[in-house]
Nanobody
């Protein structure tokens, strides 16, 4: 059974930093693409960052230069390092693993972790 568990969220003042973790079981993250998304109150879930199995990364314009996605293969964990946080970064943050097979793609989501940035 695939399980993704996010952690590292919390309350941080504007300008601060946090590192979110996405720990996986039942799936090898280094063999799959992993994304980070966030969903603010009353908003849709938005893409933030992506890391491919080969290590290629991509970011939404809103977080480019402030957020960094990385992976620790030994820990089967993907991270999202966030700097220069703003109140508008307040949201629930989710990771997603994209499991591609010859029959299609299955997306696995974590339960989310709350990030609150105070002004």
């Amino acid at each position: 059974q695939v399980q993704l568990v996010e952690s590292g969220g919390g309350l941080v003042p504007a300008g601060g930093s946090l590192r979110l973790s996405c720990a996986a079981s039942g799936i090898t993250l280094s063999a799959n693409a992993v994304d980070w998304y966030r969903q603010g109150p009353g908003k849709q879930r938005d893409f933030l960052a992506y890391i491919s199995a080969g290590g290629t990364t991509n970011y939404a314009d809103s977080v480019k230069g402030r957020f960094t996605i990385s992976r620790d293969n030994a820990k089967n964990t993907v991270y999202l390092q966030m700097h220069s946080l703003k109140p508008e970064d307040t949201a629930v943050y989710y990771c997603k693993a994209e499991h591609h097979t010859g029959w299609g793609t299955t997306d696995y989501w974590g339960q989310g972790t709350q990030v609150t940035v105070s002004s």
